[in-house]
């Protein structure tokens, strides 16, 4: 008996030419624009509304057909080609499942793009977004992103959400760790830097089989939440908006992005799922943007919720109307679009360049060429966790890594001859370091602190964990319940602390202490570690103490009494190797702070690009000018900071003129010397302030910065070229704005303190 012959593409293509003939969109010598004209002119209006529809996983997908709920539902939706994508699918088994279903049991055949959270890895997990971006390390960041891309690809993704490119100065909001930090500039590079990672260079590079579609997000402003609190309003001037907000977003454009997804906050009163201004307008508008927009987790639906939305069938027409064009789990294009359009509330031509942009997007990934091209089961097995990719990350992770006080030299650890107590329950952890957001990979598979320092064998190392940090389970949907009364061991940490020649101590944040849900009103260290350091203290002052969190701390305390800091943020796979290699002095720290530090909780939002005040300064020696009575205004680490093993000199600030035309560039340089006893990296940083201006501006940006690295003893000439684009600023309806006047710059290691010289511009 013959098989029967589907109408689906997958059939379609195992019978030659008549390909073309019956569907011509599957005719690959055609341009990608053509096919999608091709193929828009055959859909019906229901199988618009359902590529504009993105569902969750919902059942085993190797398994039998799911009955009763919305499961049923939505399998149902499926085989009709009422789904456009599918999100957390994932392993080649499991999405051959889905793409079978969508390819071969769909009148016309139209393949699924897959989506999933591919934050700061995939199994093989590199640094927390925050921490890579510490290593001002663009290559390094772009490698990152390369090696999560081949992963994801090869396990059956084809889309990430990712890179989280939201500007951020509060530390309390948990989502700080998927970004790039405090400033827009450095946000820009390494927002383009994550896109060219994981799309490759050019948008022909997507049709590869080791790259994703990315997806920037959240659009826009989320990062200035108020009170830090997920989820909540956003109140900002415009001025925040053009200049702050906006240039990573614009960057992921520029560098070829082909997804965005919008935000769940609102902006000038409008929630931005709803939001024609930042869509319609700014987005597809003036900057042209071509790919497509999905709304976050139900996003269309809580405008309800927030009381933009009447009901269901007005959120649906106001996401549409606005410029959202894939509805992630609300359910509500595909259960209101048809009848929207049929009663003349919303126009088809609004639907038909919705779903124009995202077919675009799935066949500029190939998808209709070879709709199982991401499912090779050898390619998967080859690639997760290969040697490479360990290596990669191992090599990110140390590059993360910043020093923030060194000042009894008591790193790099001797590798001989030394006592050391190791101190803390994250030292022996192998969850935690993982870090949030990574929902592919496998608990408990870092290496801990103590794994790697144990590979250092000529040192008497010995354990304690002094306290339990958390109480009971702790998972990435669950509030983590730290431990505040069990002290039992204390009294064991102390005794082997007064041994040891050197404490370490492995203090910090749970992993799934920060991310999405997970704001903070207190940025010190959660439970008994506070107690148990300052215990530890007292019998042995000589402690190293190294820092797992995903976001500024707090710590006033340790940053007076501790002699030794170190920032090793959630690190991911390959944690303990990279802290072991760095204080035992075989890699040379060279990271550098993209959030400021804060002295207490009460400073926050703190951050270095802050504009001045009429009173900056106490020159009339009483109480009113601007500051605080009970702390310094001053971060306690700010925004560029990071030490090394060595030391560098600034010498020779050089600019090629002191007056310049409108659009004549300016030349800079300077001479840094490594100054120290180790070989070393550098970031050298450049700062402008535009004294004055029609519109403030921050007392200062930074506008450029080059990785140098530098031998013992040598010295290197860096340059720097300023142009109009740097010397400019947004006004309050966007318009770019580079005005006569003087300016100042400022070269150095970090934002606080560099070589200072000035310029006018004519």
Known sequence: ???????????????????????????????????????????????????????NGFWEVTGPAPKGGTAELKYEHLRKGLVGSMLTVRGVKNVRAVQKIAVEETRLGIPLIIGFDVIHGYKTLSPIPLAESASWDLEAIKKSAVIAADEASASGINWTFGPNVDVANDARWGRVMEGAGEDPYLGSKIAAARVKGFQGETIADLAKVNTIAACAKHFAAYGY?????????????????????????????????????????TLNGIPATGNVFLQRDILKGKWKFDGFVISDYASIREMIAHGYAKDEEDAALKGVVAGSDMDMESYLYVAKLVDLVKEGKVKEALVDDAVRRILRVKFELGLFDDPYRY????????????????????????????????????????????????????????????????????????VSVLEGMQQYKDNKLTFEKGADLTVGKTSFLDEVVFNTTDKSGFEAAKKVAKEADVVVMVLGEHGFQSGEGRSRTDLNLPGLQQEL??????????????????????????????????????????????????????????????????RNVGQVPIYYNKYSTGRPANTDKNVFWSHYTDVEKTPQFPFGFGLSYTT??????????????????????????????????EVVQLYIHDDYASIIRPIKELKGFELVSLKKGETKTVSFTLTDAALGFYDNDGNYLVEPGTFKIMVGGSSDKGLESGFELK
């Open 1 to 55: 008996m013959k098989k029967k012959i589907t109408a689906g593409i997958f059939t379609l293509i195992t019978i030659g030419t008549m390909n073309a003939q019956k569907l011509p969109h599957l005719d690959k010598t055609k341009p990608v624009e053509e096919r999608v004209d091709l193929l828009l002119k055959q859909m019906t209006l229901e199988e618009k509304a359902g590529q504009m529809n993105q569902y």
């Open 225 to 265: 939440v108020e009170a830090g609190l997920e989820y909540n309003i956003v109140d900002i001037s415009n001025s925040k908006l053009y200049n702050s907000v906006l240039p990573p977003f614009k960057a992921t454009v520029d560098a070829g992005v082909r997804t965005f997804m919008n935000s769940f906050n």
């Open 375 to 446: 499912c090779d089961e050898k390619r998967e097995k080859e690639s997760i966790g290969n040697k490479a990719h360990v290596e990669g990350v191992l090599d990110m992770a140390k590059k993360s890594i910043v020093l923030l006080k060194n000042d009894k030299n008591l790193l790099p650890l001797k590798k001989s001859g030394q006592k050391i107590a190791l101190i803390g329950a994250l030292a022996n952890d192998k969850n935690s370091p993982l870090g949030s957001w990574r929902i592919a990979s496998d608990d408990n598979t870092a």
């Open 533 to 598: 350091l300052e215990e530890i203290y007292k019998v042995n002052p000589n402690i190293v103490l190294v820092l797992n969190n995903g976001r500024p701390l707090s710590i006033p305390w340790a940053a007076e009494h501790v002699p030794a800091i170190v920032e090793a943020w959630h690190l991911g796979t390959q944690t303990g190797n990279a802290v072991a290699q760095v204080l035992y002095g075989d890699y040379n720290p060279s990271g550098k702070l993209p959030m400021s530090f804060p």
């Open 648 to 681: 560098f000199d600034y010498k020779n600030l050089k600019l090629n003129k002191t007056a310049f035309a409108k659009g004549e560039p300016v030349q800079v340089s300077v001479e840094v010397t490594n100054s120290g006893n180790y070989d070393g990296k």
